[in-house]
């Protein structure tokens, strides 16, 4: 577990799951203002660091007044149950969509094995959220955090269609969950699991990158400058795979010959080989679940 600062009132905490190559992957965001809110808290399993981070920056549990959720899936709020538990007054806010799933986990559960097999186990099972510690919130909603910080709702669906992201007023600071894509290790990727759709997801970067936010913060990780020119090339770099998934699904090609094709049309893919072995095989399966998403959505629309 590591935490780092971003600004004097948002600090970046890696929660880091006892997972080879899982370092420097999964975030939770602390923004600071009279009322302290968590933007995602991961899953389960690494919870317990993500209490001792709490503690490292002088939070105390009853301090936290918000969880916001940029989407349900696993490693981004299978934690979400349990951190009730610990945080008596925080309230979780997430998509109308993804409330029934944190009050029964049971589908959530059962198709986040499905979808990730062993890796799911790894990340842990999701308790169940009371019902009367969650807030649903939509499109143009704004959470005050007091002290001149508030946190304005977007509803980004692509990725997921319960995905949400959160522009800071104050500072322009954009909170994007996976809605931007992936930047790990100095490269951006898509992230694009079944089911993934390619229109939504189009759509709600052209929102994004229309706020013109001064930076961007990433759910797999980090923040960085120049928000605008990075939505803009993620947008490019979906059209690309798009393209190239197409022809070679077209073509009858197997998902490692895609993987192969991408690879030699997207520099920073490339790049990916440049990691430490053990953050390379993790990126690897994501790609390669994120072909599927696209292949997906191509044959649901023939």
């Not at 919870?47 to 981070?53: K, P, S």
């Not at 002088?58 to 149950?81: F, M, N, Q, R, W």
């Not at 538990?85 to 979780?92: D, E, G, N």
């Not at 409330?99 to 094995?113: A, C």
Request: charged fraction near 25%; charge should be negative.
């Amino acid at each position: 577990m590591r935490i780092y600062s971003i600004t004097g009132n948002l600090s970046l905490i890696d929660i880091e799951p006892a997972i080879p190559g899982f370092a420097g992957f999964i975030g939770t965001y602390v923004i600071r203002g009279k009322t302290i809110a968590l933007i995602d808290v991961g899953p389960s399993s690494s919870f317990l660091n993500l209490l001792q981070a709490l503690e490292a920056l002088s939070i105390k549990p009853d301090e936290v007044g918000y969880i916001l959720l940029t989407h349900i899936h696993i490693d981004h709020a299978g934690g979400v149950g349990t951190a009730v538990r610990h945080l008596p007054q925080a309230k979780v806010l997430v998509q109308e969509l993804g409330k029934k799933h944190l009050i029964n986990p049971e589908r959530l559960w059962e198709g986040s094995k499905k979808a990730l097999g062993e890796l799911a186990e790894k990340y842990g099972e999701i308790e169940p959220t009371p019902e009367e510690r969650i807030a649903v919130v939509t499109e143009g909603n704004t959470i005050d955090l007091g002290e001149g910080m508030a946190l304005r709702v977007l509803s980004t669906p692509g990725h997921a269609r319960h995905h949400l992201s959160f522009l800071e007023t104050k500072e322009s600071r954009l909170f994007a969950g996976e809605a931007a894509g992936v930047y790990t290790g100095a490269v951006l990727r898509p992230s694009t699991p079944p089911p993934f759709d390619l229109d939504q997801a189009l759509t709600s970067l052209d929102k994004l990158t229309g706020l013109e936010p001064a930076s961007l913060c990433y759910g797999h990780f980090g923040c960085a400058e120049d928000a605008p020119g990075r939505l803009r090339s993620h947008k490019e770099q979906l059209k690309l795979w798009s393209e190239t998934i197409a022809e070679c699904w077209q073509g009858g090609a197997e998902i490692e010959e895609i993987y192969s094709e991408i690879a030699q049309s997207d520099e920073g893919l490339k790049r990916l080989e440049n990691l430490p072995s053990e953050q390379y095989q993790r990126e690897r399966y994501f790609v390669l679940n994120s072909i599927k998403g696209f292949m997906d959505y191509f044959s649901a629309r023939g």
